[in-house]
Nanobody, 116 residues
Framework: QVQLVESGGGLVQPGGSLRLSCASS????????MAWYRQAPGAQRELVAS???????NYADSMKGRFTISRDVGKSTVYLQMNSLKPEDTAVYYC??????????WGQGTQVTVSS
């Protein structure tokens, strides 16, 4: 099993930046894939970015350029740096960890609100 705790959300003005953190209870190099998803009100949960246990990254096309996923192996933490935020980025952001096809764990989510 793995427990995930997200943090770093909050209220930010359009054009601002936030860095989200996802702390894992186990070494992230032992987790084949971790990802950030987001879910806006009334919308489906969508992929933002993912990172493998080897550090390879992948982004949803609409997120490329403004969002960056990274990690600190020593802290067992994955980050999502979000720049040039827009009101449409408002959502609950979730971290997940995929251990096997049948073992997918989610954090509790962190709210990001982009508003002036």
């Amino acid at each position: 099993q793995v427990q995930l705790v997200e943090s770093g959300g909050g209220l930010v003005q359009p054009g601002g930046s936030l860095r989200l953190s996802c702390a894992s209870s186990r070494s992230i190099t032992s987790i084949p894939s971790m990802a950030w998803y987001r879910q806006a009100p009334g919308a489906q949960r969508e992929l933002v970015a993912s990172i493998t246990g080897l550090g390879s990254t992948n982004y949803a096309d609409s997120m490329k350029g403004r969002f960056t996923i990274s990690r600190d192996v020593g802290k067992s933490t994955v980050y999502l740096q979000m720049n040039s935020l827009k009101p449409e980025d408002t959502a609950v952001y979730y971290c997940n960890a995929l251990l096997t096809p049948r073992q997918l764990y989610w954090g509790q989510g962190t709210q990001v609100t982009v508003s002036s």
